[in-house]
């Protein structure tokens, strides 16, 4: 068990709505980072926080936001779902920005 | 641009053969190499951070080192249960892919 939290493990949805999927990091740790992964695909990088404040920002589609709230926990959230946001999505969280990230067993998204 | 490419995409063993899985990365202002395991629909399970060229770890049957432009994740008579992808990731100074930068991993399978 890394100690990072991600609900729901698993979520079905319709194409068009809206989700959030919720992320409680490791005890003490102020970075989060959130990870989408396709069937086969490698991790591609959404974005990070620390403490708060966006600190990177990767591919993440404009139909997704997230936020990081004062108890560090973070939400990412996905709206008008299309078949291919399908994916497995991961949340993450180190320490500070330069010490390992312990990731959490992830929310599998399944769009129909 | 920062990069970390691995090699070999997969790698079939028997049980007892050794070998290496290959990490070689381009990034200015290295700040840590990570070592994950994946097993399928489950999370990146955190294994090594090495940070210094020339540094090393070990843990149970695996053993990670670091050069100033690669790293290598040594499998010593490998168990079947070593089975799982393994993924290399390397901090830099953060940008469109974070501060974190993932490989698309090398999937290991050991056979009895």
């Known amino acids: 068990d890394s100690g990072v939290t991600q609900t729901p493990k698993h979520l079905i949805t319709a194409t068009g709505q809206r989700v959030t999927l919720r992320c409680s990091p490791r005890?003490?740790?102020?970075?989060v980072y959130w990870y989408q992964q396709s069937l086969d695909q490698g991790l591609q990088f959404l974005i990070q926080?620390?403490?708060?404040?966006?600190?990177a920002k990767g591919n993440i589609l404009e139909r997704f936001s997230a936020q990081q709230f004062p108890d560090l926990h973070s939400e990412l959230n996905l709206s008008s779902l299309e078949l291919g946001d399908s994916a497995l999505y991961f949340c993450?969280?180190?320490?500070?920005?330069?010490?390992?990230?312990?990731f959490g067993q992830g929310t599998r998204l399944t769009v129909v | 641009e920062d990069q970390v490419t691995q090699s070999p995409e997969a790698l079939r063993l028997q049980e007892g053969e050794s070998s290496s899985l290959n990490c070689s990365y381009t990034v200015s202002g290295l700040r840590g190499l990570f070592w994950y395991r994946q097993d399928p629909g489950k999370g990146p399970e955190f294994l090594f951070t090495?940070?210094?060229a020339g540094e090393e770890k070990e843990k149970e049957r695996l053993k990670a080192t670091l050069t100033k432009k690669e790293s290598f994740l040594h499998i010593t008579a490998p168990k079947p249960e070593d089975s799982a992808t393994y993924l290399c990731?390397?901090?830099?100074?953060?940008?469109?892919?974070?501060?974190?930068?993932f490989g698309k991993g090398t999937k290991l399978s050991v056979k009895p």
């Open positions: 926080y620390y403490n708060g404040e966006e600190r």
């Open positions: 005890s003490g740790d102020l970075s």
């Open positions: 993450a969280s180190s320490q500070t920005v330069n010490t390992e990230a312990f």
């Open positions: 090495l940070y210094s």
């Open positions: 990731a390397v901090r830099a100074p953060g940008g469109s892919q974070g501060n974190l930068i």
